[in-house]
Structures are given as C-alpha cells and as structure tokens.
C-alpha cells in the first residue's frame, strides 16, 4: 500500500530521511502539502514565501515522476481521507519542534496508530535533536557557550542524495492547485517588490551554500557585521522552510574548515545557535509566548501597539538611521541583516521601551526567514529577558554602531531615500510597498528622532534601576 508523504518545513529533495526511507521501501509514494489552521495562521510574508516554495517543490517532484498533492483542511481528518482515497497504510513526515506543531502531530501519531496506520516521525530538521544534548546533570542547555562545546565534535550523519525517482500510485488523488490558494492574499505590502529578493528553492541554495563557501566565508568573520556587504549565506529563507538541510551546510562549511578557510568555524557556530534556538524551544516553550526569565512580567513594558512610536518603529519612521534603514530593508526584501536586527530590536525595547513581543510579532509578519525558534530567541536576547540574553543594561547607541559598522553608510543609503538627490532604487521601492495610508512620499524631510538616542537610553536605564526583581 502507498506511503503518504506529508511535506511541511521540509520543501527539499536530497538529505530527507523519511523521503528516502519512504522511497527506499519501494512502495508508491504519494506527496502531500496540507494548508491546515498552522498554516492559515503564519504571518503574511511567511505565507507568501511557503505558497512559493510548494509551488517550486511541487515542480522539483514532477520533475521525479511524482507530485505533490494539494489539500486544505483539518490535517487529522485531511490525511483520514486521502487514506481512505489511496488505501495508504503508513504516513510519514520530518519532525517539528515548536509546541502547536507538536501538540499537532503528537494528536495525529495517536489517531493514526489506533487506526493501524504506520505513522513515523524522522529527523532532518535539525543535527541534535533536543533531548540529546544534555547537562553534566541531565539538564537542558541555558547558555550558548557550554551548548557549542558539547556538540562540536559530534558525529552529524552525512547528507543523503536525493531519490532517482519517487515511486508513484497506480492513479493520483485530487489536489487544489496552488494558485487558488493565494498564498500572497495577506502581502498587500507588494508581493511584487519582495519577489526579486527571494532565493527560491533547493537548487538555489546549494548554489548559494556553493558560492557562499567558495568566496566570502575567508572574509566571513568581519564582513558578517557589515549590513552594507552581502557577505553572509543568506540561506536562512531555505532552512526556514527546509529547502537545504542543517547537515548540508555543516558538512559543506567542515569541509571549507578543513581547506584552511577562516571565517568557517563562525559560519558552523551560527548553524548551531539556531540548533541552540530549538534546543531553547524545546525546553522551554514559553520562550515564544512570555518572558523566559519569569521576573521580567513585572517590567513596565508598553504592551500597546497603537503608540505613534510603535507605529513609526514599524515604519521604519523614527529618525534613527540604522533602525529605519533595517525596518525598511525587511520590508521591501523580507530580510533584515543580522546586525539590523539587533540594533531594532534593542532600540524597540530599550529606547522605547516596547515589549519585544510587539517586534516579535512583526517580524513574524514580514520576515521571509520567519523561523519559531530563532525569532523568539533573538528577541529575547536582544531584550534582556531570555537565556544567555545581553544583559538589558547594555543598550546599543544606534549611532556609534552606524559609525562602526556602516562607516560609508553604504546600508542607510541603500534604504533611506528622504534629503537625498539621487536615491538608491531599493530606498524608493520601500515607498512603492508601503500602503498609502503610511501617508509617507520620497519627498519628504527624514524626520528628527522620536526618541534621540541619550533620553532613551537615560529613560531605559532608570526603568531597569526602578524594577522590582
Ligand atoms: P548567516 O550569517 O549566513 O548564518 C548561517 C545560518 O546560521 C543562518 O541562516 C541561520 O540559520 C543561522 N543563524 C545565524 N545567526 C543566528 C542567530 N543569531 N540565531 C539563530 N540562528 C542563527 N533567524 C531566522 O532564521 N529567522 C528569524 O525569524 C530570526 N529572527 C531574529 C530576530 C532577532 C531579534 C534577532 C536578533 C535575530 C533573528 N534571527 C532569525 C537570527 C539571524 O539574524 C538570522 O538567522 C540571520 O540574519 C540570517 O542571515 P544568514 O542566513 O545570511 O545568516
């Protein structure tokens, strides 16, 4: 009987262990993407970026015999039907980590289980599953340091090729097509303007991962702080969506380690902080919900999203270069450098004294790398309220920080259009994805702070002596 395959984060060919275990089984297989209330749920630029990504990965199938069958639905009941369609017998799919996919697929395992359905859960998400990296004491891990150490010198089982080919049913059930399902409908920011800057599909990142390794992992280790050099991986879109697997970019980036590569040791550690991010999720969901150090829920954060400063941080309006050059960035591209993030987030919570859970949010929304785990720790981190967070006292000066890692403005000028003659195209872009509601034009005079950044830093600073833990 056939093998239903249920495709979710997971949009890749090679290194898939329950595709190949599938395969390799040699019976029909049968590809499935179900559009259930998970996925309903994700925030706008994160849809549009899966509903592209099922488009390609339903192409890279076809190109295998095989395709990938669209439904929409409750997954319990959507896989209860095709089983009764198909007559498979076994279901199988990649593991996720965070809790509402969790609670999910553990309620679906049981059903299907007292149903007599092989349903088995694989790996290939991430190299070290959560529960096995453990404290001298049996503990999860809090701090990202001692993380690292304790599996550097693992052993991370070596991709898988690909299948030859997919196996396929005697006759395919019904599939929606992709189009209806208009995964773009919430992008009314322009799923046009984004577009350009996606790097769609399993092809592309090995590509990238290639050319990433061959020629800027040597500089990797200054130029990953440069907002204005291209001088990361960018492959956080296709992990996020798993169109190249952790243990591809690990052996790749071993390999350029071996080779003498500077910068490649940096590179396998950042694989790992997003390991850690999951390990975090895993051990703690709260992580995504509510402060993770439990004291901080008696900090007086602004929790209302109607603030003209929230308003004005979200549109990248508040005066402060660095901040509104990376909120812009994010939403023309649906990408922000790592550096942007910091100095955002920092700015959010610190000089305004916002609740990282209204950054979170947006950035839930706009980020075409939306990852559960990394967003949720980054932004704790960056507010002071998570494990092995940067202490909330430490409050970044956007400023200096412009100054030392934008020193040619090369980034604020690629984003910041006002006062300029000649704007850079991708500054005017931003004014063709906002909504005319931003009533914002080119034209007008970049705005003076709305907080300058010594009274935030004053005001957060007394906040943090005022606290009551
Ligand atoms: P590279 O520098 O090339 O790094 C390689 C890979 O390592 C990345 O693709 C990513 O998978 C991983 N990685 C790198 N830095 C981190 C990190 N700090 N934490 C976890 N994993 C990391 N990353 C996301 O993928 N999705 C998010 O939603 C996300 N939200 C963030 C929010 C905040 C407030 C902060 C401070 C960071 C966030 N990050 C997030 C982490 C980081 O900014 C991005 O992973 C990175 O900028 C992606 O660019 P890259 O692929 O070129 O990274």
């Given at each position: 009987?056939?093998?239903?395959?249920?495709?979710?984060?997971?949009?890749?060919?090679?290194?898939?262990?329950?595709?190949?275990?599938?395969?390799?089984?040699?019976?029909?297989?049968?590809?499935?993407?179900?559009?259930?209330?998970?996925?309903?749920?994700?925030?706008?630029?994160?849809?549009?970026?899966?509903?592209?990504?099922?488009?390609?990965?339903?192409?890279?199938?076809?190109?295998?015999?095989?395709?990938?069958?669209?439904?929409?639905?409750?997954?319990?009941?959507?896989?209860?039907?095709?089983?009764?369609?198909?007559?498979?017998?076994?279901?199988?799919?990649?593991?996720?980590?965070?809790?509402?996919?969790?609670?999910?697929?553990?309620?679906?395992?049981?059903?299907?289980?007292?149903?007599?359905?092989?349903?088995?859960?694989?790996?290939?998400?991430?190299?070290?599953?959560?529960?096995?990296?453990?404290?001298?004491?049996?503990?999860?891990?809090?701090?990202?340091?001692?993380?690292?150490?304790?599996?550097?010198?693992?052993?991370?089982?070596?991709?898988?090729?690909?299948?030859?080919?997919?196996?396929?049913?005697?006759?395919?059930?019904?599939?929606?097509?992709?189009?209806?399902?208009?995964?773009?409908?919430?992008?009314?920011?322009?799923?046009?303007?984004?577009?350009?800057?996606?790097?769609?599909?399993?092809?592309?990142?090995?590509?990238?991962?290639?050319?990433?390794?061959?020629?800027?992992?040597?500089?990797?280790?200054?130029?990953?702080?440069?907002?204005?050099?291209?001088?990361?991986?960018?492959?956080?879109?296709?992990?996020?969506?798993?169109?190249?697997?952790?243990?591809?970019?690990?052996?790749?980036?071993?390999?350029?380690?071996?080779?003498?590569?500077?910068?490649?040791?940096?590179?396998?550690?950042?694989?790992?902080?997003?390991?850690?991010?999951?390990h975090l999720l895993h051990h703690t969901p709260r992580i995504a919900t509510s402060n993770w150090r439990e004291e901080w829920e008696a900090f007086p954060w602004n929790e209302d999203e109607r603030l003209a400063e929230v308003k004005a941080w979200k549109q990248g309006r508040t005066g402060i270069p660095f901040v509104d050059a990376a909120l812009r960035e994010m939403y023309v591209t649906g990408r922000m450098h790592n550096r942007g993030r910091m100095i955002v987030a920092s700015y959010l919570t610190k000089h305004l004294l916002c609740h990282w859970k209204i950054g979170m949010r947006w950035f839930e929304d706009c980020l075409i790398d939306w990852d559960p785990a990394s967003n949720a720790m980054g932004w704790q981190w960056s507010a002071g309220s998570g494990p092995d967070a940067t202490p909330y006292f430490r409050v970044f000066n956007p400023e200096t920080q412009l100054d030392k890692f934008d020193k040619n403005r090369d980034y604020a000028g690629r984003w910041i259009a006002e006062g300029r003659a000649n704007p850079h195209d991708d500054a005017l872009a931003y004014f063709d994805a906002i909504p005319r509601q931003w009533g914002m034009s080119a034209d007008d005079a970049y705005p003076d702070p709305i907080v300058k950044p010594g009274d935030g830093r004053k005001r957060a600073l007394e906040a943090y002596e005022n606290r009551n833990f």
């Open positions: 009987s056939p093998i239903l395959l249920w495709f979710r984060r997971d949009l890749r060919l090679s290194d898939h262990p329950a595709l190949d275990a599938a395969c390799k089984s040699g019976r029909p297989v049968i590809p499935v993407f179900i559009r259930d209330d998970l996925v309903d749920g994700l925030g706008a630029a994160p849809k549009f970026r899966l509903g592209l990504g099922i488009e390609h990965f339903g192409g890279s199938l076809a190109d295998k015999g095989s395709r990938l069958i669209l439904r929409q639905g409750d997954a319990l009941e959507t896989l209860q039907e095709l089983i009764a369609q198909t007559g498979a017998g076994a279901v199988y799919w990649t593991r996720a980590y965070d809790p509402d996919s969790t609670a999910r697929d553990t309620r679906i395992k049981q059903a299907l289980k007292d149903a007599e359905i092989d349903a088995r859960s694989f790996g290939g998400h991430l190299m070290f599953e959560p529960w096995t990296v453990e404290t001298k004491t049996g503990g999860f891990y809090k701090v990202y340091t001692p993380f690292w150490k304790a599996v550097k010198d693992r052993d991370v089982d070596a991709p898988l090729s690909a299948p030859g080919t997919i196996p396929a049913p005697d006759s395919w059930p019904d599939s929606d097509a992709i189009a209806d399902w208009r995964m773009d409908a919430a992008m009314d920011r322009g799923a046009q303007i984004v577009r350009p800057f996606v790097q769609l599909g399993e092809g592309a990142a090995q590509s990238r991962l290639g050319a990433f390794l061959a020629h800027k992992v040597a500089e990797y280790d200054t130029t990953r702080d440069l907002p204005g050099v291209d001088g990361t991986s960018c492959l956080s879109e296709n992990l996020a969506l798993g169109e190249i697997s952790p243990h591809q970019c690990w052996h790749a980036g071993m390999r350029a380690l071996n080779e003498g590569k500077s910068g490649a040791e940096t590179f396998l550690k950042e694989l790992v902080w997003r390991e850690f991010a999951y």
